[in-house]
């Protein structure tokens, strides 16, 4: 009898462990950071604080899309500058840039995975 109750109590605090673990992951999962995706069209070199906006100011991840062609298009001088400034913000905070295309460019965190 006594290996039964033995047993049966092993049981019991493996059950209590998986519960504990379960609620553990669940509560991570509530922690996690959300993720945001957020779009930009870029006209002239006196947004770059608007994007300091949505993206450094910001504690949770940003993934951003900016439109660049409306800047190129008008000053490519004005856009170089936007862009190297951009970069040296997202390198900062950890983030990737990358070209999307001739129009656009994409931050994303260092947790994103970004396959071509």
């Given at each position: 009898?006594e290996n ?10 493996t059950s209590?462990?998986?519960?504990n ?5 669940e509560?991570k999962?509530?922690e996690q950071?959300?993720l945001?995706?957020?779009?930009i069209?870029i006209?002239?070199y006196s ?10 100011d910001n ?6 899309i ?11 001088e004005e856009a ?5 400034e951009v970069?040296s ?10 070209r999307l295309?001739e129009e656009?460019?994409?931050l ?5 995975r970004?396959?071509?």
């Amino acid at each position: 009898m006594e290996n039964i109750s033995t047993e049966q109590q092993h049981l019991r605090t493996t059950s209590s462990s998986q519960a504990n673990l379960r609620e553990k992951s669940e509560e991570k999962k509530e922690e996690q950071q959300q993720l945001w995706l957020k779009t930009i069209s870029i006209h002239s070199y006196s947004q770059l604080s608007e994007l300091k906006d949505h993206f450094c100011d910001n504690k949770e991840p940003v993934i951003l899309i900016a439109r660049i062609t409306p800047i190129v298009t008008k000053n490519i001088e004005e856009a170089m500058k936007l862009i190297n400034e951009v970069y040296s913000m997202a390198t900062k905070k950890n983030y990737s840039v990358f070209r999307l295309g001739e129009e656009r460019i994409i931050l994303v965190p260092s947790n994103v995975r970004v396959k071509s």
